[in-house]
């Protein structure tokens, strides 16, 4: 085959990464966050009675404006069904109008739920109040309609309510945890790699992988969750693999061309992704099918982040580190 | 034959079989793997506390909830903050029924309350200890038609004195001789500057409710019995002007789907709404656990130091449950705010079981798929069997550390497992392809690129490490056994594992 690093045009191959990074820019925006994140509801009941999920969800889509309504029934050890949600839409709007210090639309928007409240103090505290009550009220009105429509008793029901205030404490911990382990993983390459250019490269390829893994739950549909931000982590230090044995090879070797070291490296680098891909993407398959959705989820995620770190290695660092190999190999000749 | 004996003598081989054993046999012989609750089935209860605790007043309620849970009989629970407002328990209980008495047990704040005339004469930090001796009446025990429960307690000596100064005197002698007409009255969870709100049909059918709260002999009417609570009553069967200024500010209590809990709520600074659990209504809304007569002995002066908070229930079942529930009250003591049960999500062992049967099988086929890789690639069995031997016994030796540390494993550490053998088997590839190199073979020996290799896989193994360490010591919950099994996973890759296979590439290519 063909040497591509050692074309003229081995910089078009930037090109790829490109257009990719632009589709899943896209994709990026259209990430969901899950109820441990977010907070939202669980409600799970018993019920030996048959039920009609998709009838039952129709019900409640037509008699609340809910964000996310998955009904789904359970056979087996545990026959009920089980309603997830991430929220009514417009108390969801007065979260964000929470978060947003926007007091006075909480407290409106609040009042469709709980009507005039009697609550002294000042505004934030007041806000608070509305906003709690009012997702209490919607809660047990929701319980109460799905209790009607399939004849289970309130009692049964097992409401798991994620409040957003402990939603936010997660999302919270995940972004401190992402950020220090990239800070720790930045200092640790350019400690190592010395050179700017070349610790940029392997540092970008690290966020290529991870934004890709990110990009492909907006994609697929499945909710960032805590599950599912242990794999982006590990896609970082993935893809660190194989951009260090790259840059070890081209930068730290003298036999050939660096195009022909790049070349050489390719067989090594694409094995060891290739081995990581098999491994997840049997992981996938089997956990698929036994319906384990925290495993298929993760492994997911890997195997997206994985095949992107095949373009972002070998279509940017590659072609990074050759070019600027070349430079300084002009500078010492003139 | 000759291989073997040379290998033996490579000092890395003998720290990898050593380790082997002691890390790996020996904690999964002794020991035994230990599974978390997405395989073994289990109950995650939120609960939820009523303000933001800071650090000790929240050791206190994380001390208390764990004294009830293991005074309940559990053994494997974990109880944890995640934030100031939430505890987050996990028990391997998933008996529904257990699970809703559990429910109560954790979500109830268990202040004990004795009071007399409206006042407050003992409360939860007066008592020393339960007595649970069914030598000294500790029990439950079948009476006519029904069955009574009793729960002893000691008394400090100076609660004890104090509580016969405040019933000194006061005693109205009832027929028999044996019991003054005065009564105590307990409760657990006593709701504060309250009002009961009732309508007036409530009000008729419970205006006498019996002493002893199930069984019928002598009565006491619900006026009585209120204003001995330190509540007010409020009978109304509209909610007028009066009655909404009445309740402002203050805790209501209805009973469940009375009235318009939104209009209260409007006045009211809490608003309880009490199902009829009990079968009187009044009783489950006061939280009142008991009513004991007076003796002529206490108000004459003699105090007593073990009084008894007794009930009765119609079936053995509910008298054992609600023995247990106001002894482990008692013991566990008072929780520093009140607390209510948030979610509570259970996983069914039989669920739990498929988990662990499909990781199994799931692990195996991205063993062989890894497996499927390697030959693709090297199609040279010699090359391949280390990497495949060296693959097994990191994970043997991940799940015998896991052992060791009494870590327990779930859903996500089985995904950081396979994660952790996924980067192995890159280290591997890169030593490999390093020795394999023709082009350096006249300048360095194969150890020298064995060494180099490793300056490789040095750094790589560190980025993974730095990658997880955050997810450790954040309150992530589950994300912690993905870090733990990944950077265990590393480190006997790095430090075990690795050198060995070199050992053995290193020989194998030199033949």
Redesign the interface.
């Known amino acids: 085959m063909k040497n591509i690093y050692e074309s003229k045009h081995y910089k078009k191959l930037l090109i790829i990464p490109l257009i990719v990074l632009v589709v899943m820019a896209f994709y990026a925006t259209q990430v969901k966050f899950g109820i441990d994140l977010r907070g939202g509801i ?1 409600l ?1 009941a018993p019920s030996t009675a048959p039920i009609d999920a998709v009838k039952l969800q129709a019900a409640i889509s037509s008699k609340f404006d809910l964000e996310d309504l998955n009904v789904r029934t359970t056979s ?3 026959p009920g069904f089980y309603i997830e949600l991430i929220g009514e839409r417009s108390l969801l709007k007065a979260q964000e109008s929470l978060e947003a210090k926007d007091y006075q639309q909480v407290i409106d928007i609040s009042k469709k739920f ?5 609550v002294s103090g000042d505004l934030p505290t007041q806000a608070d109040v509305y906003f709690s ?1 009012a997702r209490e ?1 919607f809660k047990n009105e929701l319980a109460l309609f799905i209790s009607q429509q399939t004849g289970v008793d309130r ?1 049964q029901f ?6 957003p ?2 939603g936010a ?2 999302l919270n ?2 972004k ?3 950020i ?2 990239f800070i ?2 930045a200092a ?2 350019f400690y ?1 790699f010395k050179t700017p250019i070349i610790s940029f490269a392997v540092m970008q390829s690290a966020a290529f992988d991870a934004v890709l893994g990110y990009a492909a739950l907006g994609a697929f549909n499945i909710p960032l969750s ?2 599912t ?3 982006l ?2 896609l ?3 893809s ?3 951009d ?2 790259l840059t ?1 090879r081209m930068l730290k070797r003298k ?2 061309t660096p195009a022909t070291r790049a070349r ?1 490296a390719i ?2 680098g694409l ?2 992704t ?3 891909i ?6 996938f ?3 698929s ?2 319906n ?1 959705t ?2 298929a989820h ?2 997911f995620v ?1 195997v997206v982040g994985l095949v992107g770190d095949i373009i972002a290695t070998w279509c940017t660092n590659a072609p990074v580190i050759l070019w600027h190999l070349e430079r300084k190999a002009k500078k010492v000749v003139s | 034959m000759s291989l073997l004996k040379e290998l033996w003598k490579e000092r890395s081989i003998k720290i990898f079989l050593i380790a082997l054993f002691v890390l790996g046999v020996l904690p999964l012989g002794l020991k035994g793997l230990q599974f978390g609750m ?1 395989f073994t089935g289990g109950t995650l209860i ?1 609960v ?1 506390l009523d303000k933001k605790l800071e650090t000790l007043e929240m050791q206190t309620v994380l001390t208390v909830l764990q004294t009830r849970l293991n005074a309940y009989g559990l053994k494997d629970i974990s109880v944890k903050p ?2 100031q ?2 505890i987050i328990v996990a028990i391997a209980e998933t008996n529904p029924q257990s699970v809703n008495q559990l429910q109560s047990l954790l979500g109830q704040q268990g202040k004990f309350e004795a009071l007399f005339n409206g006042q407050v004469v003992l409360s939860g930090s007066d008592i020393i200890s339960v007595i649970s001796d069914p030598q000294k009446g500790y029990g439950v025990q079948g009476v006519t038609n029904n069955y009574e429960w009793i729960v002893p307690f000691l008394l400090t000596n100076d609660a004890a004195n104090k509580f016969a100064q405040a019933v000194a005197g006061q005693c109205t002698m009832l027929a028999g001789g044996e019991q003054c007409k005065e009564v105590v009255y307990m409760f657990i969870d006593r709701p504060e500057n309250a009002v009961i709100l009732i309508n007036h049909s409530l009000y008729n059918l419970e205006k006498t409710i019996p002493e002893d709260l199930d069984v019928s002999t002598s009565t006491i009417a619900i006026d009585e019995l209120v204003k001995n609570s330190g509540v007010e009553l409020v009978v109304t069967d509209t909610l007028d002007n009066d009655t909404l200024a009445s309740i ?1 500010n203050k805790t209501v209590v209805i009973p469940e789907g009375s009235f318009d809990q ?2 209260l ?3 009211a600074s809490k608003v309880v709404a009490k ?1 009829k659990a009990a079968k009187y209504w009044i009783v489950n809304g006061l939280n009142l656990e008991n009513i004991v007569h007076l003796t002529p002995g206490i108000t004459e002066g003699n105090p007593i130091t073990q009084p008894s908070i007794t009930g009765h229930a119609s079936t053995v079942q509910q008298a054992v449950e609600e023995l247990n529930r106001v002894t482990i009250l008692l013991k566990s003591g008072k929780l520093p705010v009140s607390v209510s049960v ?5 996983i ?1 062992s ?2 739990g079981a ?2 662990l049967k ?2 199994a ?3 195996g ?6 497996i ?3 030959f693709i ?1 090297y199609r040279n069995i010699k090359i391949a069997t280390p990497i495949i031997l060296t693959s097994f016994s990191e994970v043997f030796l991940i799940l015998g550390m896991a052992a060791l540390i009494g870590w327990q494993i779930d ?2 550490s ?3 497992i ?2 952790a ?3 192995g ?3 591997q ?2 030593i490999i ?1 390093e020795i394999l ?1 023709k ?2 073979e006249t300048i360095l020996s194969v150890v020298a690129r064995i060494k180099k290799a490793f ?2 896989i040095f ?2 193994a ?3 490490i ?6 450790i010591f ?6 912690k056994g ?2 733990i099994t ?1 950077i265990l996973g590393v480190l006997i890759g790095l430090l075990i594992t690795r050198p060995a296979y070199a050992s053995i590439v290193n020989k194998l290519s030199t033949k």
């Open positions: 669980l799970t087996g050890a545990t709980t009507g005039d409240l009697n009550k009220n009692a097992s409401v798991n309510d994620t409040g205030s402990l404490y997660f911990q995940a401190t945890a992402i220090i382990a720790l993983i640790l390459i190592y805590l599950a931000i242990a794999p982590l590990m970082i230090g993935y660190v693999d194989t260090i044995m070890d036999e050939g050489g067989a090594t094995t060891m290739g081995a990581a098999a491994a997840m993407l049997s992981l398959i089997v956990s099918y036994a384990i925290v495993l993760i492994s890997l | 997405d939120q939820k995640a934030g407002e939430y402002k939104k209009l709520e409007q006045y199902s948030g979610s509570v999500s259970t069914s039989a669920l498929d988990f499909y990781s099988i799931a692990g086929f991205a063993g062989l798929a890894i499927g890789i390697v690639r859903l996500v089985v995904a950081g396979i994660a053998v996924g980067t088997i890159d280290y590839i890169i392809d190199r082009e350096q300056s490789i750094m790589a560190a980025t993974i730095f990658a997880m360490f955050p997810l954040l309150g992530l919950g589950t994300l993905f870090a990944t």
